[in-house]
């Protein structure tokens, strides 16, 4: 499994419109398959006098699986364009529905597919789209007179602070990317003169969204 992956953190919902037919793109971050089902069909009711509602998602687990559909529109002009898009990306647990509103005129094999992978990434652009990291929960107690050079190391070297607990001492929880666990301990040693306490409290995802604020997943 790889250390880093992109997920959808908040979906989102984008739009484009070709010689009068709107492309309504909805995204959704899904953990498995009932999920996926269970949205694209309250999509479909929401969106029930449509042409056509096509779909494409890719869930992360043991395995990764993938699965779109063209739902009516010619085959591979639709769904297999939009999983595409998802798997150029590297998203993982996304759904993207697209639902679309037929104008009258047809727009033929490459541009059902231009249509499709252009409403795909705008629906992207309006979501937020987090990076992922496999990581450890690392606590770190040191007296206050450290806390400038752990903050220092911490920021010098891109290692998330989760939270800082104020008492007779101050605690970092720190979320440090596992090939970086053994520098970090070395650094922090060396900055606290070997005085701070360090405790690994076990592996951790953890995604930071674009106002700074980090979030812990267990998976």
Request: include cysteine; glycine fraction near 10%.
């Amino acid at each position: 499994m790889k250390d880093s992956y992109k997920m959808v953190f908040a979906g989102g919902s984008g739009e484009i419109v070709v010689k009068k037919s709107r492309f309504i793109a909805s995204v959704f971050s899904v953990e498995n398959t009932a999920e996926a089902e269970n949205i694209i069909e309250q999509v479909k009711k929401k969106y029930w006098d449509a042409r056509h509602n096509c779909y494409a998602y890719v869930i992360k687990g043991d395995t990764v699986l993938k699965k779109c559909s063209d739902d009516g529109e010619p085959q591979g002009t639709a769904g297999r364009p939009m999983l595409d898009v998802l798997c150029g990306e590297e998203i993982y647990n996304i759904l993207v529905v697209v639902t679309r509103y037929f104008g009258g005129t047809l727009l033929g094999t490459g541009g059902l597919i231009r249509a499709y992978t252009d409403a795909v990434k705008e629906g992207i652009k309006a979501s937020d789209i987090m990076q992922k990291y496999r990581a450890y929960k690392v606590r770190v107690t040191a007296d206050y007179t450290f806390m400038g050079k752990i903050q220092y190391t911490a920021a010098s070297h891109d290692i998330a602070v989760h939270d800082i607990i104020y008492g007779d001492k101050v605690e970092f929880v720190m979320l440090v990317q596992q090939n970086m666990i053994d520098k970090f301990i070395e650094m922090i040693t060396s900055a606290t003169s070997a005085s701070a306490g360090i405790q690994n409290e076990g592996e951790v995802w953890y995604g930071c969204t674009a106002d700074g604020n980090v979030h812990v997943f267990d998976k």
